[in-house]
């Protein structure tokens, strides 16, 4: 033990010398470092953790302080109150860094699917740091890491039909957000039938939904809400949720905060986030056009962006492209309310089950061509000019 304390007390002065005069610097052995971190201390601590899982008692017996006790008990009871299943935690390897004479980083591999929810489970690699040689927790996660969040701190959990919405705390809003994911499913039944539910999952803030999502900080800053893979995999069977921003979407008005979560809702039970090469004027102009089907306000207002964009710079020239809709590109508003509209020529021209089956053919790998053909009998040129007419029509121009 004495020696452990030594030879990490030498390579912190050496790190620090070596931060003032790189010449000075040796780099340590890769012994030294092996003598802080026990792999088998560490892998024995993940077990625990992972058969333990139901025990809050008995996970905050693994935290080195107080803190960690308090989120591991958190992390058990998040588990339990999620209904998580498939939780499986391994140590991997350590990631270097050590921090005291006997605490150092690791990674630890975790699966956990949603019971009654999702299809298959997630997979993350996540960072813990350990403590007392391996036999404790010191804490989860690290910066710039993508961090589930049920692993982050204490969540309340809201279940009601067809969804179950989970909040960092304080949950403040979290009836409000499970009022809205309700309804949000009931209003996909309609056109799209089926029993899939929604998991929503509401982060403290901005940066925490980044955090949650493994994305660049700011990334989904100025968007309400995403529907995304949970562990980032695109492979089929997938868990995807909707992940709430906090700071966009509690200050929208009821009807908005609808919209945006039925919205959410559609591209979550239909798997859309999973599919590759679906052109995103359908894929956005469905949901839109599913959490607007209900709204009772004139199309002034829910299509205002677009109809003032036209208004100025007459209609586009083509369907809007994926690149349009970048989350942090200007105009985004309007971009939406065009391939709504898209969707909405295509209800008026061939009725909602060609738009559904349209829909659901693309997503399935069709042509978007070919379905449109076959669903609506119609060419995309004609498409692309009924669409037109109708922005124009819309803003009082001249096509
Ligand atoms: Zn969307």
Redesign the pocket.
């Known amino acids: 033990m004495t020696r452990r304390v030594l030879l990490t007390a030498l390579l912190t002065a050496g790190l620090l010398t070596g931060a003032c005069s790189p010449d000075e610097y040796v780099a340590p052995p890769p012994t030294q470092r092996t003598e802080v971190a026990d792999p088998a201390v560490a892998a024995e601590t993940v077990a625990a953790l992972q058969d333990d899982i139901d025990d809050p008692g008995a996970l905050a017996r693994l935290g080195a302080d107080d803190d960690a006790a308090q989120l591991l008990a958190a992390v058990s009871r998040n588990a339990t109150g999620l209904r998580l299943s498939d939780v499986t935690l391994r140590y991997i390897t350590e990631t270097g860094r050590t921090s005291g004479a006997d605490a150092w980083d690791g990674l630890v591999a975790v699966t956990w699917r949603v019971e009654g929810f999702d299809e298959a489970s997630a997979r993350a690699e996540v960072p813990v740091s350990f403590a007392d040689g391996g036999s404790r927790i010191a804490g989860i996660g690290a910066d710039g890491a993508r961090l589930p969040l049920w692993l982050t701190g204490p969540l309340v959990v809201r279940r009601v039909p067809g969804a179950v919405v989970a909040a960092a705390e304080p949950a403040g809003e979290i009836d409000r957000y499970a009022r809205l994911a309700r309804r949000a499913v009931a209003a996909t039944r309609p056109l799209l039938g089926g029993r899939a539910g929604v998991v929503v999952e509401v982060p403290a803030d901005a940066a925490a939904v980044d955090r949650t999502l493994g994305v660049q900080p700011g990334q989904y800053s100025a968007i309400a809400a995403v ?1 995304a893979p949970v562990d980032g995999s695109q492979a089929p069977g997938s868990p995807v949720h909707v992940f709430v921003n906090r700071t966009v979407f509690d200050a929208l008005d009821p009807t908005a905060a609808q919209v945006v979560m039925t ?2 809702a559609v ?1 979550a039970v239909t798997g859309a986030a999973l599919v590759q090469g679906a052109p995103l004027w359908l ?2 102009g469905f ?1 839109d056009y599913v959490a607007l089907r209900d709204v009772d306000l004139p199309v002034s207002r829910t299509a205002a962006q677009v109809i003032k964009q036209v208004k100025r710079g007459g209609v586009p020239a083509a369907l809007p492209a994926d690149t349009d809709f970048d989350p942090t590109a200007t105009h985004l508003g309007a971009v939406y309310e065009a391939a709504w509209q898209v969707c909405v020529v295509i209800v008026e021209h061939g009725g909602e089950g060609a738009l559904v089956a349209l829909y659901r053919r693309v997503l399935g790998g069709a042509d978007v061509a070919t379905a449109l053909r076959a669903e609506a009998g119609w060419t995309e040129a004609e498409l692309t000019a009924a669409w037109q007419a109708r922005l124009a029509l819309l803003a009082g121009v001249q096509k």
Request: glycine share 0%.
């Open positions: 529907t919205h959410e591209h894929v956005e949901a």
